[in-house]
């Protein structure tokens, strides 16, 4: 199993961006799809999930403010950010889950400038 982000960049405050992750190689269907973030000197947290029924849920800081959303078509999850801060710059990455596994992409830079 293979998942590549893409869209990351920098972006001024208040700004929007949209993630992109590409999944191959899995012979069977993710139960859940999420992307999480790591900021330099903290650990990596969880943003946003999809499940395979489509259910989302986010973290408290980016409620209202970041999308995530699947493509099935296109073996693609999406994470549309809007009125970026500061806060939320780091790295972003895509994980995939089925059953007790997870697969973790290589990550995509999100720098946010004041």
């Known amino acids: 199993v293979q998942l590549v982000e893409s869209g990351g960049g920098l972006v001024q405050a208040g700004g929007s961006l949209r993630l992109s992750c590409v999944y191959s190689g899995n012979e069977f269907t993710f139960d859940a799809l999420a992307w999480h973030r790591q900021a330099p000197g903290k650990e990596r947290e969880w943003v946003a999930t999809?499940?395979?029924?489509?259910?989302?849920q986010y973290t408290d800081s980016v409620e209202g403010r970041f999308t995530i959303s699947q493509d099935n078509a296109r073996n693609t999850v999406y994470l549309d950010m809007t009125n970026l801060n500061p806060d939320d710059a780091g790295v972003y990455y895509c994980?995939?889950?089925?059953?007790?596994?997870?697969?973790w992409g290589q990550g995509t830079q999100v720098s946010v400038s004041r």
């Open positions: 999809i499940g395979k029924r489509g259910g989302t």
């Open positions: 994980k995939a889950v089925h059953v007790v596994t997870s697969y």
